[in-house]
């Protein structure tokens, strides 16, 4: 990708609508607009006007819109078609665009060029499209506070700190005889124990911004008739799953999203587990344990009424390298009470009695503290980065503690700030921000 070229993309959805905007950005937009609209809106202006072809016969009327570099969202000179959402309207006025010099953007250009340019750093890039995805009111907003800037203001303080113990730090090395007690004297140990603790905070935070961005994957498993697909049923406030009183009932995995409190949480239904001679049934068997493979979390669901606990515990140590919770179905013919365990829960599926339990169970079992003031959006690269930096800044207060040695430290810490800087896109490679920006949609 050459930054110089001048780009355009259409913006809006494909399809139908009331509007459609095509956006050009790069050092032509000044020319196409001259060439292509019957007025010239000046800078930070819009203009209703015409939009030309080569024949300056009109395409579409619509408004124009100007901003120029640095002020704009790619820091470029921008020019904005806002015209009837009409496909082939659109795709008339991006070729008159590229007649007149521009090339097709490719998926998240425009939002690449901001991040190079300097108008947002990396996670701001990232929450754009995070946004743009969200399929929660909670993930919508935490995406908008990483946006703003929330989630690179917190690793950017954290970057301080280590800035300022960096620069003592190094400092005493030149000193190599005083070096030992220059740091104790400072209390070098005791503030890098402090940002330890800051360090540990940032991550519950960002790793609860992740699941917010991520969902979480949640399946259903247990013998047949237990009531898996009633309890989907009832967690999806729909008629989704086929319910009978046939053991066997359910073969296809069958998967729904549901809102849990901010989280998207897809749930699947799965075939009872039961040896059979039902080729169907038996394939239906084979899936169900495939989608075990990759769940966050497994819910075995027994029929408290009919399992004994000795047939509960076989059912647990069978499914024991999986996350798992115990649901305890069908208390209104067992009439079990709620479980103090806090890896079991009781429920009703025909009742509804203990399903909000069970959801609150599942929110702690991933770690989700609920939605708070200040939960922002996060992606598992940030998670790594930053535990990757934790694990270096571990490094250094070992060598300081056990072996004194400040120069080993000095490289822990800079191995710490580079992941930090990663972050926020300080330091990046090429493959990086390929892969970042390409997952973007087009006109972004
Ligand atoms: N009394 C009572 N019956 C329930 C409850 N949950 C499910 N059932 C009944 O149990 C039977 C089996 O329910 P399903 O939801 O089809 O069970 P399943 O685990 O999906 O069964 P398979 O798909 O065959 O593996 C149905 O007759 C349900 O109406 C409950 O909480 N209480
Ligand atoms: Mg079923």
Redesign the pocket.
């Known amino acids: 990708m050459d930054s110089r070229e001048t780009i355009v993309a259409v913006a809006t959805p494909r399809g139908q609508g009331g509007i459609g905007v095509v956006r050009v950005s790069g050092r032509e937009a000044g020319l196409i607009a001259n060439r292509a609209l019957s007025a010239n809106p000046e800078p930070g202006q819009i203009k209703y006007c015409s939009f030309l072809d080569s024949n300056s016969e009109t395409i579409d009327r619509g408004i124009a819109l100007r901003f120029q570099a640095p002020n704009s969202y790619t820091g470029e000179d921008v020019l904005e078609f806002q015209g009837h959402g009409s496909p082939i309207l659109l795709d008339l006025i991006v070729r008159r665009c590229m007649e007149l010099g521009a090339r097709p953007a490719e998926p998240g250009e425009f939002s690449k060029r901001a991040f190079l340019n300097g108008r947002i750093d990396l996670t701001q890039a990232e929450a754009i499209a995070d946004l743009i995805n969200s399929t929660t009111e909670s993930a919508a907003r935490s995406a908008l506070r990483s946006m703003k800037g929330e989630l690179s203001h917190k690793v950017e303080e954290l970057v301080e700190q280590l800035t300022d113990l960096r620069i003592l730090i190094e400092a005493s090395i030149d000193f190599p005889e005083e070096e030992v007690d220059y740091l104790s004297e400072l209390g070098v140990l005791q503030r890098l124990e402090a940002l330890a603790g800051q360090f540990d905070h940032v991550q519950s935070c960002m790793q609860q911004g992740r699941i917010l961005r991520d969902g979480i994957k949640v399946v259903?498993t247990?013998?047949?008739?237990?009531?898996?697909?009633?309890?989907?049923?009832v967690l999806a406030e729909q008629d989704r799953?086929?319910?009978?009183?046939?053991?066997?009932?359910?073969r296809d995995t069958l998967e729904q999203i549901i809102d849990l409190d901010g989280i998207p949480m897809e749930i699947v239904?799965?075939?009872?587990i039961r040896d059979t001679q039902d080729e169907i049934e038996a394939e239906g068997v084979r899936r169900a344990k495939r989608v075990q493979e990759d769940a966050d979390m497994i819910l075995l669901?027994v029929?408290d009424?009919t399992t004994d606990q000795s047939e509960v515990e076989h059912l647990m140590s069978s499914h024991a390298r999986f996350p798992v919770l115990l649901v305890r179905?069908?208390?209104?013919?067992s009439g079990r009470d709620q479980s103090e365990d806090l890896m079991e829960v009781c429920?009703?599926?025909?009742?509804g009695q203990g399903i909000r339990n069970l959801k609150e169970k599942i929110k702690s079992a991933v770690g989700y503290a609920g939605e708070q003031e200040g939960t922002f959006m996060a992606r598992q690269r940030h998670v790594d980065a930053l535990s990757r930096a934790r694990i270096s800044l571990d490094a250094g207060m070992e060598q300081l503690r056990l072996n004194q040695a400040g120069e080993m430290l000095a490289e822990d810490l800079s191995l710490c700030h580079r992941a930090l800087a990663e972050i926020t896109g300080k330091i990046t490679s090429d493959e990086l921000l390929g892969m970042i920006f390409s997952s973007f949609c087009i006109g972004k």
């Open positions: 259903l247990g013998l047949p008739n237990a009531g898996k697909s009633s309890l989907l049923n799953a086929i319910v009978s009183s046939l053991p066997g009932t359910t239904d799965t075939a009872g669901v029929d009424d179905n069908k208390i209104d013919l429920i009703s599926a025909k009742t």
